[in-house]
């Protein structure tokens, strides 16, 4: 499943942005976005979940994402960024099994895509800087496999 994460995670941008602009609730979204995950069960299981976590979590990973970008209107951010800051976080709190990188490293791609052009490095430098904040705390807990060690190690 790992190179299809790819189109999940597209995915799971859509139907955020979906219920960002429509505010109309994720579950009337999700199976008309991601209905062609439907054939591959733990695709579609996976993106429900960071769908769910992303929503239910969205004030603190905003909080998060506020104090980073301090100089700058959160509301000004492009709302796709805003979207894919909040995956990126989500996945590092709340997915243990994903590594970091990983999750840093399709992100840039996806605001590459789907952003401006300087998403990509607007993306990486937010996520870096909350990757480290999140290992001097002790937040950044990942268990899954070469990444016992994940949140004491330097980025």
Known sequence: MPQRRRVVRERVLQVLYAHDLSKDPVDGIIPVIMADLLQQPEAHAFARELVRQVVEHQDEIDNIIKKK?????????AVVDRIVLRVGICEFLYFPDIPP???INEAIEIAKLYSTEKSGQ???GVLDSVLIDLRKDGSLCKSGRG???ESLRKH
């Open 101 to 103: 990188k990983v999750t």
């Open 69 to 77: 970008v301090a100089n700058w209107e959160f509301s000004r951010i």
């Open 147 to 149: 990444l016992v060690n």
């Open 122 to 124: 607007f993306v990486n």
